[in-house]
Structure formats: C-alpha cells, structure tokens
C-alpha cells in the first residue's frame, strides 16, 4: 500500500481547498512539511517575519474572500504569527493558520522551541485545532477552513506536531462534511423584514451605517440598489470603506471619531438607523448614549452576539446581510407600491439638510500650502492611481487621511488592520494582495512609524518581483500619538519623535528596488506618473508637513455632535 | 445579576478552555461551576454573575461558539413566576422532597452536589411562593435556549 506521510497528506489538503499560495517562515518542526513543499505543488512565499506571513494571509484575503494561508514554525514561530492573527480576527478575516509543533511525546516537557501555541491562540482566534494523527489531517483542514469562511469569518489555527508530519498514512479525501459545524443561518422572520421595510419607507430621514460584514457577505450590490431605491445616504467605518462607491451622490464617507461634519451630523439628527454588518464600536459611536439617540435602529448581523451588544436596537435582523438586504428590497418594493411610491420629496428634504451641512464644514485642509500636506498626496494618489487598485495601509494619521480622501470605487479595494489598528500591516498586507492579484496595482500608503516595523520584507518584494508599489507619508514621528499628545495632554511630546527616520529611498535602493523622495507639493504629481507607472516594486518617500493633525476629530468620551472641526476650516468659515 | 448557564458542548479541551476565557473575558464572574463528561460530549451547569445589560450578549456570544451545541440561560427570578429551582447540597434530601411534593417536577441536572429542578404546571402559586423561599433554594425563570438538534440555528425564546 502506498503511504503518504502526514506533510504531504497536509499539502494535499491544502491543495482540495483551492490554496493557492502560502506566506510562512520555515522551522525545525517543519522541516518534513518543506522537504514535502520542495517537490513544487503548492507555492510558498517565503516572508522575513512571521507576522508579515500574517498579515500577507489577511491581504490575501480581504482581496480575493478566500482564506489566506499562513505558516509558522512551533514556538517563537507561532508567537509571532498571533498579532496578525488577532488583527483578522478583530476584523472577521478568514486566515487559516499552520503551525508546527513538537514532536507529540514532547509536548508539555518545554522541548526546544515549544510553546502552548493552543493557549496562546484561543483568544486571538475563531478556532483552534491540535492534529493527533497523520490520518485525520485532511477533515481537520476541511472543518478549519470551512469555519473560517462560514457564518462571520475568522481566523483559524492548525497546530501539527512534527511526529504527526512525519508519520505515514492512507488517507481518504472522499469525506462528507460534518455537520456539526457553526454555519449559521438566518434568524429573521417575514414579519421582521416587513416591519423593517416599513420602517424604512416611512422614514424621513434615514441613514444606511454600513460596515465590513457588506463586504464579507459580497452585499454590495444590493446595498446599492435599496439605497437608489430609497433614497436613503451611506455612511461606512473604516472596516466598509468601498462596499458603497465614495463618489455616489448619496455616499457620505465614513462616520466616527474621524468621520466628516456632515455624515456624523446626519447620524446625530437621523430618525433611523439602518446598521448593516457593523458593529456599533466606540470608534464610531463616540459616547455611546448619544448616538443616534433620536433613531430608530435595525441591526442586520450575521453574529447574533453583535446585536445589542453597544448599542440597544429595535428591529434586529440575524443572518446573512446580502440575503437580507435582498429581502429588504423586495419588501420595500412591495410596500411603495402599495403606498404609492416613496415619497422622494421628503429625502430630498433630508439630502439637501446634509448637503447644507456638508457645505458648511467640508473635509479639507490648507490647498495652497506649498509643502506636502497629507491630504493632498492621497488626493492625488486617488487621482492617479487606477480604477481597481488596491489600496493597503497602516494604522496612524495617514490611515484616516487615506480614508477621508481616497475614493474608493468597489469593495475589496481598501486593506486596513481597522479593529485591532495594528502598526505594520500595511506593507506584508498589501504584498499579500499582489500576489492574489499580480496584474493589479496595489498601493501600500504606510507611515514612516509603522513602516520601519516591516522593513526586512522590502527582501521579499524585492526578490520575487512583486510589483507593490509603497508610498511612505514621512512626518518624522508617530504622528496620531503625537496629535492626541498635542491635543489632549498638553503638548507632552514623549517619545513621539522618531528622530534619525532612515533615508528610505537608499534603503529601497539597497534592496534592489527603485526608490525616490518628494519635499514640495511641486514635485508630488510628475512622481507620482514615474511611480505607478511600471510594474516593477517602488518605494515613494514623500516627506509631509510634520504638524498636520487629522480633523475633524471626536475627543474621547465625547458625543458625535461635540466633535472638532479643526483650527483650518473654522477660520475659512 | 445571578443567572444560571448550561450548555453542551463537544467533549475537547480546546472547546472547554475557549468558553472558560469567553466567560474571563466578558467579566462573567463564576460562583460555582460544574463540568461532565461523556465520551463525546460535556456537559457545563455555570451559576455565574455578570451586569444585567451583558447577560443576553453573553448567551449569544457562548452558543455561536464553535464546538457548543446547546445552551440555555436562566435568569434569577425572586417572583412566583419562576419554574426552576436550584440547589446546592450535600444530602439528597431537599432534592427528594421536591421531587416527592411537586409531582410534575423534573430533574434537569444533577452532579457534584449540585441541582437544577423543573417545577413544573403549578395552580398554586402560593406553594411556589412557599418553595422559593425556603433556604438554600434559588428560583429562575428560563430566558433563552437553542436547539440541540440543529446547532446554533434554530433559537427559541421560552
């Protein structure tokens, strides 16, 4: 009988859920699974930190809706696969993890480079597995990756033991799926839907708050069409940024701590609140009683955990947002035509208040500065970038600028470790999805802090022709922490400064990739054409105005209608 | 606020000490917890205390979990409407005259010294009334539970 042994059962299982890549760092325990990857079926990138495995995973997919595959080897391997595992897991990302492990008679004995990577796994992931033979690799894989992608999305966790990749096996791939599984189904009713539509079209001025769980259920479509049916604004977080078209006449932009005067002064005067795949987080909502304390509220979650869970709502809708939205329509329809229509003059009344307010203090910044001001190097990235380009960032001031000024046209465009906002996602996420999608152009907008976390894979990009191009918004300091110092502790500037920043563009240089630096505004568009003009990997050091803060801003424990428009637009009003 | 949690759930550590860090995590203190086995199954009977607004988060949270099954939720309830009693005791005795007096009355779980009583149809509230408040006895009222045959799916308010 001819045996497989358990890394190359492993590979094989991989390969029957349609993996197409993985990111990972080899290690001894998984030196047989290598050896089984050296014969070429399955390709590996190889990262220079586990966390960028990670992360690169996470990228993977956001971009495609298919779980990205990360490895690690046991011990500090593993440990450093959990930040980014954590940060898909804040998110809803499905990323399905493959850990190595001590031989199984070792573990609990503190062999050489053990750790309890279960333990330390749980709270950062949705599951996680410990395989005990070779034989029961393939379901493993099968339950891990389908618990990744089912019901709300997330992380999971394989952790093999070297004596399992080793050992020789039959193997059977002719399995039914089990049916234990946490798939969810939808928990609403018709009368649900009905009273939610009526809800809806009786509303006068009604707002959609949209997050990521549009995206992951590929809602977009149909959020699109009950909004031009109804007539009724998007606003998205962070987490929704392209699930509705940034330059629809009824896109609002994002709400929230960094959210425009105008959307969160609709979210403010709203008497509904339709909250669709999002999450009602503190980023959001600001001092949590105060918002949208005048609306109405219907929840649309997959997670029945989410539901009330911030904030109380009056019609919740558990279950899968693109079958609901697509129920909502249908019902909406139904109800308009019974009363006639809905009344387009009443939201005429309600898009002309927010367009009033939208007037009043428009997202903007200083146009005529003659240094780089932040916002407008993503204006003109947004201007020059294409139509489908993905678009990764860290987490810091210029992940906000990003979000204000980019426009984002589709879903699964816009990368963002938003949840767990950690620093160095930006580049090895954005590496991620060019490997997903190697003809597209994918844009990493990092700032000099995070970057310099994630600087060792400038190898990986540079070595295997991955074309991602990386536009460092330089300001010399940990600019968000030194905004919140500034505004909110007195100018008490600690260890915000980032003092001797590296001379980025010799750093690229030195690992074999064009780079290039800009100083003046002058000099920022016709660098721009050189940069994303090829499809070669490029670095853009773009050194920007030190003392931008990010405006508007809700102050913490503070009301959405409290927030601060900033020095520059009070004084042009 | 007391409330009282069963919940069944595959029979694997992982599965155990991912719900034991959800109830850490949600600020879900334990006041006495009681674990069983089977060879596929185990089965956790938690009276536990958390704030009130976060008890149905809580629930929701605990059987979306993958690996548990079933579970229900019970709220403390000092009124007559209540149809569960709980008891913590090392004799049987107060177990056996519930039973004995309240013929309808069925056992829902029984370990480690531990009780949880269905009362069942009673006309006479009062003698409800009397049965709450006898020591040692705490009453509840079911709140929510799932469906052991379907997962998480199939969700029924009691």
Redesign the interface.
Known sequence: MDLSNGSEILIESLLQQNVKVLFGVPGGVLLSFYDALYKGKLPHLLVRHEQAAAFAADGYARVTGQPGVCVGTSGPGATNLITGLASAFMDSIPVVAITGQVSADMIGKDAFQEGDTIGISMPATKYSFVVRSAAEIPIVIRQAFHIAVSGRPGPVLVDLPKSVLVERAQTDFSFDPPSDLPERRGEWLDADIECAAEMIVKSRRAVFYVGGGVIASEAAKELRELAELTEIPVTTTLMGLGAFPSRHSLSLGMLGMHGSYATNQSICHADLLVAIGARFDDRVTGRVRDFASRAKKIQIDVDPSEVNKNVRVDVPLVGDAREILSALIEETRAQARREKGISVAKRQEWLRQIETWRLEYPLTYDREAECVKPQYLVEAISEQADEDAIVSVDVGQHQMWTAQFYRFSQPRTWLSSSGLGSMGYGFPAAMGAQVAFPDRQVIAIVGDGGFQMTLPDLATVSENGIPVKIVVVNNRSLGMVRQWQHMFFENHYCDVNLGRVPDFKKLAEAYGIRGAKVECRADLKEALIDFLGDREPQLLDVSVDPYENVFPIVPPGASLAEMLTGPLVVEEK | MQWLVALEA?NNP?VL??LL?AFR?KGVVINTLTLGTRKAEMTVMALVESPEESV??VF??L?????V?EVTYYRHESTGRASFVFIETDNHSPVTKILADFPLSKLIFASQGRYLIEIGEMRDSAGRKALHSEAGLLPFARIGTTSNTA???N?HDV
């Open positions: 595959e992982i000490g991912r860090n995590r149905e988060h929701h949270f059987r979306r979990m993958v690996g099954r997962g998480i799916a969700l």
